[in-house]
């Protein structure tokens, strides 16, 4: 069964730098796009980036030139490089996969990891 | 950049009464539109894409309709775990969602 794992969430001061992972299995990893969603506490959620399997990119203007998205189809795994940390990017960060068929819904998302930026 | 506007913010509804939300797009987005439910602590979950397509595994008492800008999402009778928050989905937009309380 699909199954995402975000790691690497936890407190970081503003204006350092954290990693974010998803490892994926349970489906061709490199066939999907796929996307980081975040969710700061008692608000909705907020869409923040997507990398096609092709590689291509795009984000959020919230977090444009701050963060990146890359994937390794090798370890089958997802990353959100986060640089420049500021106290708005507190969230809970869910990866999302898109849906079979394509389209613009996600069909499967990780359970999230809580990244908490604060002096 | 599309806005995706949701109403009522909240719903005050009873187990079994029938659940209507409304989601409206700043411009036409055809038929590109997700319904997602999320409960406490809890990821997403998809319910409908592509407007009225139920995905995997979910029941036939959620339902949606709509094209261009206006969009419903039905649930024709709540159940206890229903009670929940619910967005809607365009793209790399999310509406601000509407919660369902007892």
């Not at chain 1, 640089?83 to 708005?88: C, I, K, P």
């Not at chain 2, 939300?21 to 894409?49: D, K």
């Not at chain 2, 036939?60 to 999402?73: I, K, P, V």
Request: proline content about 4%; some cysteine.
């Amino acid at each position: 069964q699909v199954q995402l794992v975000e790691s690497g969430g936890g407190v970081v001061q503003p204006g350092r730098s954290l990693r974010l992972s998803c490892a994926a299995s349970g489906f061709s990893f490199s066939y999907y796009g796929m996307h980081w969603v975040r969710q700061a506490p008692g608000e909705g959620l907020e869409w923040v980036a997507v990398i096609s399997f092709d590689g291509s990119n795009k984000y959020a203007d919230s977090v444009k030139g701050r963060f990146i998205i890359s994937r390794d189809n090798s370890k089958n795994t997802l990353y959100l490089q986060m640089n420049s940390l500021r106290t708005e990017d507190t969230a809970v960060y869910f990866c999302a996969k898109v849906s079979a068929g394509g389209g613009i819904s996600f069909d499967y998302w990780g359970q999230g990891t809580l990244v908490t930026v604060s002096s | 950049e599309i806005v995706l506007t949701q109403s009522p913010a909240t719903l005050s509804l009873s187990p079994g009464e029938r659940a209507i939300f409304s989601c409206r797009s700043s411009q036409s987005v055809g038929s590109y539109l997700a319904w997602y439910q999320q409960r406490p602590g809890q990821a997403p979950r998809l319910l409908i894409y592509d407007a009225s397509s139920r995905a995997t595994g979910i029941p036939a008492r959620f339902s949606g309709s709509g094209s261009g800008t206006d969009f419903t999402l039905t649930i024709s009778s709540l159940e206890p775990e229903d009670f929940a928050i619910y967005y809607c989905q365009q793209f790399f937009t999310f509406g601000p969602g509407t919660r369902v309380d007892v």
